[in-house]
T-cell receptor, first 113, second 114 residues
Framework: SQQGEEDPQALSIQEGENATMNCSYK?????LQWYRQNSGRGLVHLIL?????REKHSGRLRVTLDTSKKSSSLLITASRAADTASYFC?????????????FGSGTQLTVLP | DAGVIQSPRHEVTEMGQEVTLRCKPI?????LFWYRQTMMRGLELLIY????????DSGMPEDRFSAKMPNASFSTLKIQPSEPRDSAVYFC????????????FGSGTRLTVV
């Protein structure tokens, strides 16, 4: 079974708008990671947030983590057509284990020019 | 570094044939993972290695699947005999450490079994 579940499953926005994707998970985590997958390509690691962190930024990306609600969000600001991709959250449970980077089902983001 | 390199990119084979997928991880990464991605099941972890040693193969679907890592720079995933339900995209990924860092994925092998 999948640990993380993204919401929404699909999101379509206009270029320049912000995109927000959510992830919920079930068990305690060591860290949570977000990945992007362009069509026909492998996954690319975007950002990692540890369980003792609440917010993290990387360029146009902002990730928040609420361990009390077992949820995370990924915000992409000023979206571009090139941001069109599937976005996955993945969790590493506590205690940290390489075995269990478990991926959610992903959010398909479409940015319209 | 050229990243994680997988070959072939595409493989079409007939049911019953043996299929071998190959992966070269990033130099210095001590963990290597094999994932399978399908529309129905999403991304599934099949097996992972630490320092060339298989640690957990509980995700391997059947005995028809086997994986090896003879050295730090090479791994194979073999399916023998292949079946149509094995059709999927197979990804290899490598990482440094025990989940505290992101994974680097290869471009995947799209396998079609007819």
């Amino acid at each position: 079974s999948q640990q993380g579940e993204e919401d929404p499953q699909a999101l379509s926005i206009q270029e320049g708008e912000n995109a927000t994707m959510n992830c919920s998970y079930k068990t305690s985590i060591n860290n949570l990671q977000w990945y992007r997958q362009n069509s026909g390509r492998g996954l690319v690691h975007l950002i990692l947030i540890r369980s003792n962190e609440r917010e993290k930024h990387s360029g146009r990306l902002r990730v928040t983590l609420d361990t009390s609600k077992k949820s995370s969000s990924l915000l992409i600001t000023a979206s571009r057509a090139a941001d069109t991709a599937s976005y996955f959250c993945a969790t590493v449970p506590s205690p940290g284990s390489a075995r269990q980077l478990t991926f959610g089902s992903g959010t398909q983001l479409t940015v319209l020019p | 570094d050229a990243g994680v390199i997988q070959s072939p990119r595409h493989e079409v084979t007939e049911m019953g044939q043996e299929v071998t997928l190959r992966c070269k991880p990033i130099s210095g990464h001590d963990y290597l993972f094999w994932y399978r991605q399908t529309m129905m099941r999403g991304l599934e972890l099949l097996i992972y290695f630490n320092n060339n040693v298989p640690i957990d193969d509980s995700g391997m679907p059947e005995d028809r699947f086997s994986a090896k890592m003879p050295n730090a720079s090479f791994s194979t995933l073999k399916i023998q005999p292949s079946e149509p339900r094995d059709s999927a995209v197979y990804f290899c990924a490598s990482s440094l450490g025990t989940g505290a860092y992101g994974y680097t994925f290869g471009s995947g092998t799209r396998l079609t079994v007819v």
